[in-house]
């Protein structure tokens, strides 16, 4: 009775071959398309997440007239208005529309810096005091959370997946959550008194928001000369 040798199964995790000097893989998911689909998952998440909480602080911001709350929400709406290039280099999967992407990020923090101190100044000249403390107070939990989770989802898909562009747009939401707090400290302030802690607030909000676009700024260059 012979016994003949069992031959082992030719193992299929490796399809490639080429074909006129360029490398084809069948049956599997190339690395940058796994990538780009994270990568547009994860700025989709981001920009629902910040687009539902600039939603809603935009109604109270029309009930309340705050300076502080019009600085957040300036600012988050930029945020989620990141995600158009963000999203759009991870669909062409090329790193050069990243660090394009990166830049752009700054340059929108920054602008949306410049926007909410011009108000503040202007506030500070004529004063208008909020209404609505209570709903005021609401809009900082609501950009707190919104930027918060918003973060979350960004920097991880970004250190996952080696993206400056959107490490550096993760850390400029983990800022804004902090801003966010600034919104309900205003409305204590105002309703404890002391109306003119309105403007001043949306003031200081604005410096962080600058220093935010400063280190935004390291992440993205940085990278760039490695």
């Known amino acids: 009775m012979s016994s003949r040798p069992v031959q082992e199964p030719p193992l299929a995790a490796d399809h490639t071959h080429r074909h006129d000097g360029h490398e084809h893989s069948h049956g599997l ?23 539902l909480a600039a939603a809603a602080q935009t109604v109270i911001f029309v009930l309340s007239g705050s300076v502080a709350l019009l600085a957040d929400l300036i600012h988050n709406y930029g945020d989620a208005l990141t995600a158009i290039p963000l ?16 830049l752009f990020v700054v340059a929108a923090i920054f602008f949306s810096a410049c926007v909410a101190g011009v108000e503040a100044v202007q506030r500070l000249i004529h004063e208008s005091p909020p209404t609505h403390l209570w709903a005021l107070a609401g809009a900082g939990a609501i950009g707190y959370l919104g930027n918060f989770l918003a973060a979350r989802v960004r920097r991880r898909a970004g250190h996952r997946l080696d993206s400056p562009a959107l490490i550096a747009d993760g850390n400029h939401a983990a800022g804004d959550a902090y801003v966010s707090l600034a919104v309900i400290a205003s409305a204590i302030v105002v309703a404890i008194g002391a109306p003119i802690a309105d403007p001043l607030i949306g003031l200081a909000i604005s410096l962080v928001i600058l220093r935010i676009a400063w280190q935004s700024w390291k992440t993205v260059r940085g990278h760039d000369h490695e």
């Open 29 to 51: 998911v190339h690395e940058s398309i796994k990538r780009s689909r994270e990568g547009v998952r994860a700025v989709l998440i981001s920009l629902l997440l910040l687009g």
């Open 87 to 102: 999203g759009t280099a991870f669909l062409l999967r090329s790193e050069r529309a990243e660090r394009v992407a990166g």
